[in-house]
């Protein structure tokens, strides 16, 4: 009922910049928050940036609540920021208004290489 698309990723090489987008659609009825976190190979996921704050000066989050989307400008990048970046939302669905669960996208590839 709820689905998450992001886009964007690619190969870029050191010191380059992406956009990446994420895009909520469904049944939505409101959505809390929307979070960009990143897994490399053989690593954890991690959490790279938030609505509210980012880690990192590179990472710039931005949300346009109209088109339920979220973005992710990151700037300078680096080899070690090779990861699949996964979107991650808080949403409340008009099936269960009461209740926030998380959605999570499929993941969009990104890879810094020369």
């Known amino acids: 009922q709820v689905q998450l698309v992001e886009s964007g990723g690619g190969l870029v090489q050191p010191g380059g910049s992406l956009r990446l987008s994420c895009a909520a659609s469904?049944?939505?009825?409101?959505?809390?928050?929307m979070d960009w976190y990143r897994q490399a190979p053989g690593k954890a996921r991690e959490l790279v940036a938030t609505?509210?704050?980012?880690?990192s000066t590179n990472y710039a989050d931005s949300r346009d609540n109209a088109k339920n989307t979220v973005y992710l400008q990151m700037n300078s990048l680096k080899p070690e920021d090779t990861a699949v970046y996964y979107c991650?939302?808080?949403?409340?669905?008009?099936?269960?208004?009461?209740?926030?669960?998380?959605?999570w996208g499929q993941g969009t590839q990104v890879t810094v290489s020369p």
């Open positions: 991650n939302a808080e949403i409340r669905t008009f099936q269960d208004m009461h209740i926030r669960s998380n959605y």
């Open positions: 469904g049944s939505i009825f409101s959505i809390n928050a």
């Open positions: 609505t509210t704050s980012s880690g």
